[in-house]
């Protein structure tokens, strides 16, 4: 669950700033973002943060947000996996809408990027390539699901031939058969917060094409190299990037509001 409240946040703040509009069911005048591409079927999360904002409303009321709540439950769910910690900035108001189009127009970088198409989409957000290579050793932690990395494991060539098998033996190729088989991102301690991504990578066993392509002989090579073998280098620029991230266009001051329930607006 740590790596599912780590992507709520990266998938909330992506698509018009840390506003916890992903969090939004559809209603009668807008359909939200659940439904997105990048997020059917996939994110989770969202009985937790229901269960953390419930707990703080009856101490706190009408207080603290759900992109607070958001933001706070990515970082604790880094620290509780022996990941880094750091202060998380507060203040956050929660929007009042949720865009469809918005979450399905790209701003998400798919798995099946390219490493320009990963640089420019984090740029567009204020992210540089260090960022998105530090936020992306998230990897070390969370599954991915078959139909995601079908493509990879029978027809890259920049791929472990042993890893590839395993991968394999719980992802038919047939598409439709067991497209919801899920694996692990970090083959090796899937439920630690560490640089052991990296050193997959350095090995040709990242799961999703947009992982590998990190260390394929272009320009973020040598920050996976890094971080593969320095791992306060890694927690360090992971913090400032979480950070920098968090900062995307929040709503403050008299914009939005304080949900009272994470899944409507007030």
């Known amino acids: 669950m740590g790596a599912s409240l780590v992507r709520l946040f990266f998938h909330d703040c992506f698509v018009n700033g840390c506003d916890g509009s992903l969090l939004l069911d559809d209603t009668s005048s807008f359909t939200g973002e659940k439904t997105a591409a990048p997020n059917n079927n996939s994110v989770r999360g969202f009985e937790v943060v229901d269960a953390i904002k419930a707990q703080v409303e009856k101490v706190c009321p009408g207080v603290v947000s759900c992109a607070d709540i958001l933001a706070l439950a990515a970082r604790d769910s880094v620290v509780i996996l022996g990941g880094p910690d750091w202060d998380v900035k507060l203040g956050r108001r929660d929007s009042k809408t949720a865009s469809f189009s918005a979450a399905n127009s790209g701003v998400i970088p798919p798995p ?115 971080y593969s073998s320095n791992v306060k280098t890694f927690y360090s620029d992971f913090v400032t990037a979480m950070i920098k991230m968090g900062d995307i266009t929040p709503l403050t001051g008299s914009n939005g509001e304080i949900r009272k329930n994470c899944r409507r607006p007030n």
């Open 112 to 226: 099946t990027a390219t490493l320009g198409q990963l640089i420019n989409r984090f740029n567009a957000r204020g992210l540089s390539a260090k960022d998105m290579v530090a936020l992306s050793g998230a990897h070390t932690i969370g599954k991915a699901r078959c139909v995601l990395f079908r493509n990879r494991i029978y027809n890259e060539t920049n791929i472990d031939g042993s890893f590839a098998k395993i991968r394999q033996s719980s992802c038919p190729r047939t598409s439709g058969s067991g497209d919801n088989n899920l694996a692990p991102l970090d083959v090796e301690t899937q439920n630690s917060f560490d640089l052991k991504y990296f050193i997959n990578l350095l090995n040709k066993k990242g799961l999703l094409h947009s992982d590998q392509i990190l260390f394929n002989g272009g320009s973020t090579d040598s920050l996976v190299k890094t």
